[in-house]
């Protein structure tokens, strides 16, 4: 499984922007698909998830209310809908899969700005 993220940007505080993730090989073996984020100076850390069968959410307190998760899976794709930027949300962005055997598979990022 590939994973190429998309979508980053810089914006200012309370603009919205919107993250893809398209899988591709394999994808019929992923079990999970996730967001995570590393801030400037901060370790990584999960900012959503979605399982690929029943659709079940998860988001990190940071981000509920503001940030929604969604996945294609016709298309393979993952998105994150982001508003209500915070210069707090400037990180690079990951997307996340997890095969059914374990295995993680990881994108390159993408890089989101957020200016005061």
């Known amino acids: 499984v590939q994973l190429v993220e998309s979508g980053g940007g810089l914006v200012q505080a309370g603009d919205s922007l919107r993250l893809s993730c398209a899988a591709s090989g394999s994808t019929f073996s992923i079990n999970i698909m996730s967001w995570y984020r590393r801030a400037p100076g901060k370790q990584r850390e999960l900012v959503a998830s979605?399982?690929?069968?029943?659709?079940?959410?998860n988001y990190a307190s940071s981000v509920k209310g503001r940030f929604t998760i969604s996945r294609d899976n016709v298309k393979n794709m993952m998105y994150l809908q982001m508003n209500s930027l915070k210069p707090e949300d400037t990180a690079v962005y990951y997307c996340?899969?997890?095969?059914?055997?374990?295995?993680?598979?990881w994108g390159k990022g993408t890089l989101v700005t957020v200016s005061s």
């Open positions: 996340n899969a997890v095969s059914q055997d374990g295995i993680r598979i």
């Open positions: 979605i399982t690929t069968g029943d659709g079940r959410t």
